[in-house]
């Protein structure tokens, strides 16, 4: 079966039913697909795709996966419907004169000054109004979200485990133990470059030619991991840090900060899967130049 809506419940009923359930993307199902879209030239492509030596299938999730993965997937839904209300209340209030800074503290503060601004008609302060208690809803259903992922968090040994590397928070950790099964990959690299943290290849001839990473691969954990990797290279470039190393200062003295982000992200996806695999937890290498895990 194609990896498309509802696959994953079909994969479980059919599971049920006694059959081998193998889900396909659908991008290597597409170069199958002869001329012409129908169910019968989808069915053929599908067949044709699942019968490949080099095939790769998604491992189908459980119901408690689907579940902890939509409370998620919904507290990100809810922020960008928190940062989409308050861009367009700091658009319409700069219509009138009144700019403040970007982001969700700078709310209050905005509120505050158009209140107070009696040139404002009173129409545009009441929209301003609305968007405000609109921001303030959303604003308490995400905290209630995150004091129920943190909770879920603390019960997760995987979870756990994978909190103990650096960088890596509540959210980041829980997204890698719901999405990603360890023993579908043979190693943290085929992992990483699963998420879409390796460079693109575009080869010929014999000369390998390598340019900066695509947007394949899933761009929810690449997005959590580059940010994870971005916080670990702000803390470790702060004076008296202890968690600067020296692959690290080499790799920030010869790059740009966010190419040497997504190399280290690269490098926290290999340890993740190596935590994930033997169960064990982050320590760090006792030399200065390699980051990397020594089994507990």
Request: net charge positive; hydrophobic share 45%.
């Amino acid at each position: 079966m194609e990896a498309c809506c509802g696959a994953h419940y079909w994969a479980r009923e059919l599971t049920a039913l006694g059959h081998a359930v193998l889900l396909i993307p659908p991008q290597y199902v597409k170069p199958y697909v002869k001329r012409g879209k129908n169910d019968r030239n989808d069915a053929a492509a599908i067949c044709e795709a699942a019968g490949r030596p080099g095939m790769h299938f998604v491992p189908a999730k459980s119901l408690s996966q689907q579940a902890q993965g939509m409370v998620l997937k919904v507290r990100d839904t809810l922020i960008g419907q928190r940062t989409l209300l308050v861009n367009t209340l700091r658009g319409h209030a700069s219509e009138f004169g009144v700019v403040a800074g970007k982001g969700v503290g700078r709310v209050g503060s905005l509120l505050a000054a158009i209140e107070q601004d009696a040139t404002i008609p009173a129409e545009a302060r009441d929209m301003i109004a609305l968007l405000g208690q609109q921001i303030e809803h959303l604003n308490k259903k995400i905290k209630a979200l995150e004091a129920r992922l943190n909770a879920t968090h603390k019960t997760n040994a995987v979870s756990q485990r994978l909190a103990t590397i650096p960088g890596l928070g509540p959210v980041t950790a829980l997204t890698l133990a719901t999405e990603i099964d360890p023993a579908a990959f043979a190693s943290g690299r085929h992992m990483a470059a699963w998420i879409g943290l390796t460079p693109k290849e575009h080869s010929t001839g014999g000369k390998q030619r390598l340019v900066g990473i695509s947007r394949a691969g899933n761009e929810r954990l690449r997005s959590l991991l580059v940010v994870c990797a971005t916080s670990v290279i702000k803390a470790a470039t702060m004076p008296a840090s202890k968690q600067m190393t020296g692959w690290l200062r080499g790799l920030l003295q010869r790059k740009p900060r966010k190419v040497a982000a997504v190399a280290l992200a690269n490098k926290i996806a290999w340890v993740a899967w190596a935590v994930m695999t033997y169960g064990t937890v982050y320590r760090r290498s006792p030399t200065d130049s390699e980051v990397s895990f020594y089994a507990a």
